[in-house]
């Protein structure tokens, strides 16, 4: 019957058939495939390239300053800052001891890091950018980054190959760019959604990186299996499922669909965290905690199939098609 | 004098579909040294898995073909598959950066040079809570706002210090030795690059010598309506160049095309 259609005399709706029959195919070809990407990419110190994370501690605290966003008035912008540390929690809970607390908003959390007294793992709107004349050690916190970012977390963290503790994070703020951007909690397709933008950034607080490159880079970051990441162009020759992740470098303005960790973010997670190795503690961050011996990350994901591959297959079903459907069409 | 058919990009072609030959009956025939067809009373006879219809099997419908006519359709298939692609995975936009085309980055600019990364110096701000890199520059080429031979100091976000390291995805890193085109602004007393990683582009030598650059844009998530400039492909140096002073000269002309935020 489909065929019959299909050979019909109006070729705008064989046209449009034949479109839909092959995304079809494509579909469920990369729908068996798209499961297999597990891959993911550490972030790593700047010396020795070795992957940066939470020790001797099975939570991170993380602690909004009450001002919050000024774009958002009835106080969901914290509450989506609970939900992006509960959609972390909830997708790792099976795998990973890991957990992000986030304390109540207060007023005097600032970010940045301190070497003698306690760190708070910050999330802070700029809500104005600095004058010219700003000096850094004035007191009133403003956007002091590329006013063309949107979002920057810092990580501090142990960068000392001789050290126990190297590639250990000692802190980590979100600052937020609300001088330049405009936010909102509903998935506004016109704005930046918080929860959406704070889940990813979380990633990186827990100590993931964003799973492609664009453009070169030397050395080229790697993937937890010591493979080089895939350039993210052209975007269609990606992993299925690599655009799907929290980690992936792109979203739209509205975008929502990071707020839920995939497959790879979990992995990562539950990789760098794993219930096998839970410390047993919940504590803050500093200095003095000591090491941790059993923090060594699992690896036995699979890799990520080639762009050429996944080009080659396009290619093949493109032919396959050619010669064994178009035939059909044109005689039925 | 115009023809009906003029407009099209070409005029219909006559074809000879199977069944409607005049050679000779019992003969086969050899198109393009490919596929092979048959004369109408032929196939009956090598029919092998019947089909409603003519009582013939798929695999004899499909030998009736001409490879010019599979071919012809495989191309249009591609076209399709193309299309498609573009369609169905167009690149999206971003949430944590605005991305910024070569105007931009011109109209943001306050020098723009090649240079060679002589010295990279990390240290702890003048509040000692973040870290940040001064990278020092000799200027090869001044391209807009900045002489040849000068040394420039761009600071840059992150760096480590007495084993304690800041890291900022995005933010680009120098290695002592690098060349680089650089377009920078002065924020406060210092200058920085603009637009974090987008405003730094690597001198490099191709297999055949030649002098290009790239741009490495890992660690950075765009936002915004505008997509994101990552088709940047290698170009050759000196194309690139003569690239940013028309950019120059068409930002001095339309400042409203050089915008910023």
């Given amino acids: 019957m489909i065929l019959r259609t299909l050979g019909g005399k109006k070729p705008r709706i064989r ?28 972030s790593t110190g700047e010396n020795n390239q070795q992957p940066v994370f939470w020790m001797g501690s099975n939570c991170v605290y993380v602690q909004p300053h009450s001002q919050g966003s000024d774009d958002i008035e009835d106080g969901s912008d914290i509450e989506a800052i609970q939900r992006s540390a509960q959609n972390w929690q909830s997708a ?41 004349e700003k000096t850094s050690n004035e007191d009133e916190p403003c956007w002091e980054y590329d006013l063309n970012a949107a979002a920057i977390t810092t990580v501090f963290y142990v960068d000392d190959p001789k050290s ?36 990813h950034e979380m990633g990186h607080l827990l100590g993931l990186d964003h799973p492609c490159g664009d453009g070169a880079r030397s050395p080229l970051p790697k993937d937890h299996n010591g493979d080089p990441i895939p350039s993210c162009t052209p975007r269609w020759g990606l992993p299925s499922g690599m655009v799907d992740t929290t980690m992936y470098n792109f979203a739209d303005l509205g975008e929502t669909k990071k707020r839920t960790p995939e497959e790879d973010d979990i992995q990562g997670i539950c990789d760098t965290y794993p219930l096998a190795e839970d410390p047993g503690v919940c504590v803050e961050a500093d200095l003095s905690n000591g090491g941790c011996d059993g923090c060594s990350t699992n690896h036995d994901a699979s890799q990520f199939p080639s762009s050429w591959a996944w080009v080659g297959t396009q290619l093949l079903l493109a032919m396959l098609f050619g010669f064994f459907v178009l035939p059909i069409w044109k005689k039925f | 004098m115009n023809l009906p058919n003029q407009g099209l990009k070409s005029a219909p072609k006559s074809r000879t579909l199977p069944g409607t030959s005049t050679r000779a009956p019992g003969k086969a025939r050899w198109r393009t040294d490919t596929t092979r067809y048959f004369e109408p009373e032929q196939r009956n006879q090598v029919s092998l898995k019947t089909m409603p219809g003519d009582g013939r099997g798929f695999w004899d419908r499909l030998t009736d073909y001409p490879a010019t006519v599979i071919i012809r359709n495989v191309k249009a298939l591609l076209f399709v598959t193309t299309l498609l692609v573009c369609v169905v995975f167009n690149p999206a936009h971003a949430t944590v950066m605005l991305n910024l085309n070569l105007y931009q980055l011109v109209g943001r600019s306050d020098a723009i040079f090649a240079g060679k990364v002589i010295k990279v110096v990390s240290r702890w ?8 890199t001064d990278n020092t520059f000799v200027v090869s080429q001044g391209i807009y706002g900045i002489g040849n031979g000068q040394t420039v100091t761009v600071r840059t976000l992150g760096g480590t210090v007495n084993g304690i390291g800041m ?30 990683q987008q405003g730094v582009f690597q001198i490099y030598q191709d297999i055949a010598g030649q002098a290009k650059v790239r741009r490495d844009l890992h660690g950075v998530t765009f936002t915004k309506s505008t997509k994101p400039r990552t088709d940047f492909t290698p170009t050759l140096l000196n194309d690139f160049v003569t690239q940013i002073h028309q950019t120059i000269s068409t930002c001095n002309l339309d400042k409203s095309r050089c915008a910023q935020l």
């Avoid at chain 1, 979100?174 to 889940?199: L, Q, R």
């Avoid at chain 2, 933010?171 to 920078?184: H, V, Y």
Wanted: charged share 20%.
């Fill in chain 2, 167 to 196: 890291r900022v995805s995005g933010s680009p890193k120098m290695r002592r030795g690098d060349q680089t085109i650089l377009f920078i602004e002065k924020r406060g007393s210092h200058r920085y690059v603009v637009g974090m």
């Fill in chain 2, 125 to 132: 701000t003048n509040d000692q809570r973040r870290i940040v």
């Fill in chain 1, 15 to 42: 046209a449009l058939l034949f479109v839909a029959l092959f995304f079809a195919a494509n579909t469920t070809l990369f729908s068996f495939w798209a499961p297999n990407v597990q891959a993911y990419v550490p």
């Fill in chain 1, 164 to 199: 126990s503790d190297d590639g250990r994070i000692l802190d980590a703020d979100i600052e937020i760019n609300g001088a330049s951007f405009s936010f909102s909690t509903t998935g506004n397709k016109t704005k930046t959604d918080v929860e959406n933008t704070v889940t």
């Fill in chain 1, 92 to 132: 790792t809970r099976g795998c990973s001891f890991m957990r992000i607390i986030v304390h109540g908003p207060k007023n005097n959390a600032v970010p940045g890091f301190s070497k003698s007294g306690s760190n708070e793992n910050v999330v802070f709107w700029h809500e104005q950018k600095c004058p010219e």
